[in-house]
Nanobody, 120 residues
């Protein structure tokens, strides 16, 4: 069984910073792309940032220069450092992992989400 768990969401003031963490555990053979998404109330889920196992990170235009995604392949973790946060970035943030299990089956894992609230 494979599990994905996020943490780090909190209430932060505009202009502040937060660091989200995501950990994948279980019977994993490999992890391809890891990514962060967010969904604000009444809006569709959107991709924030993604990072392949051995390539360059990609970011939504709205977060470039402020957010940084990083991963530790040895620990099967991915983090999202968010700086200069804006009120409109209040949302539930979800981690996603594109994996192959030890049975060589492919799966797309989603976490339960972590709430980020940007407000004074």
């Amino acid at each position: 069984q494979v599990q994905l768990v996020e943490s780090g969401g909190d209430l932060v003031q505009p202009g502040g910073s937060l660091r989200l963490s995501c950990s994948v555990s279980g019977n994993i053979f490999s992890i391809n792309v890891m990514s962060w998404h967010r969904q604000a109330p009444g809006k569709e889920r959107e991709l924030v940032a993604s990072i392949p196992s051995g390539g360059r990170a990609n970011y939504a235009d709205s977060v470039k220069g402020r957010f940084t995604i990083s991963r530790d392949n040895a620990k099967n973790t991915v983090n999202l450092q968010m700086n200069s946060l804006k009120p409109e970035e209040t949302a539930v943030y979800f981690c996603n992992a594109d994996i192959y299990t030890i049975a060589r089956t492919r799966d797309y894992l989603w976490g339960q989400g972590t709430q980020v609230t940007v407000s004074s």
